[in-house]
């Protein structure tokens, strides 16, 4: 498991990568009361803002980590937004199958993302 600055968790599985947000981030938004998903098949590049997300305190948007394509959404979370607050580390948003290969190393590791997030 890797994680952005932007409280996102990255989690590889084959040749794609799963896209969620974390606890803290999910925390901070409050009672998420909506989800805007990307269209599968769309090619992004790294920090498109490709998902909007309402909660009852603001709106925010992530960001896609790595350029490359989106593979799959989570439609549930369309249906069931406030599945991002009951477990946001298994509601994930979408895969992306990424252009280059490697591209997870530069992101931080548990450890890391504990020390920013304090």
Same mark, same amino acid.
């Given at each position: +498991?890797?994680?952005?600055?932007?409280?996102?968790?990255?989690?590889?599985?084959?040749?794609?990568?799963?896209?969620?947000?974390?606890?803290?981030?999910?925390?901070?938004?409050?009672?998420?009361?909506?989800?805007?998903?990307?269209?599968?098949?769309?090619?992004?590049?790294?920090?498109?803002?490709?998902?909007?997300?309402?909660?009852?305190?603001?709106?925010?948007?992530?960001?896609?980590?790595?350029?490359?394509?989106?593979?799959?959404?989570?439609?549930?979370?369309?249906?069931?937004?406030?599945?991002?607050?009951?477990?946001? +580390?298994?509601?994930?948003?979408?895969?992306?199958?990424?252009?280059?290969?490697?591209?997870?190393?530069?992101? +931080?590791?548990?450890?890391?993302?504990?020390?920013?997030?304090?």
């Amino acid at each position: +498991m890797k994680y952005t600055d932007d409280h996102e968790w990255l989690r590889a599985e084959g040749d794609e990568i799963i896209v969620g947000i974390t606890k803290h981030a999910s925390e901070q938004l409050g009672d998420v009361v909506f989800i805007e998903l990307p269209e599968e098949g769309r090619e992004v590049e790294a920090g498109e803002e490709i998902v909007v997300i309402e909660s009852v305190k603001a709106a925010s948007d992530i960001t896609a980590p790595v350029a490359g394509v989106i593979t799959s959404v989570n439609r549930d979370l369309a249906d069931n937004p406030g599945n991002v607050n009951e477990d946001p +580390m298994v509601a994930w948003f979408f895969r992306i199958k990424p252009t280059e290969d490697g591209v997870l190393d530069g992101f +931080m590791d548990e450890a890391a993302y504990n020390d920013l997030v304090g």
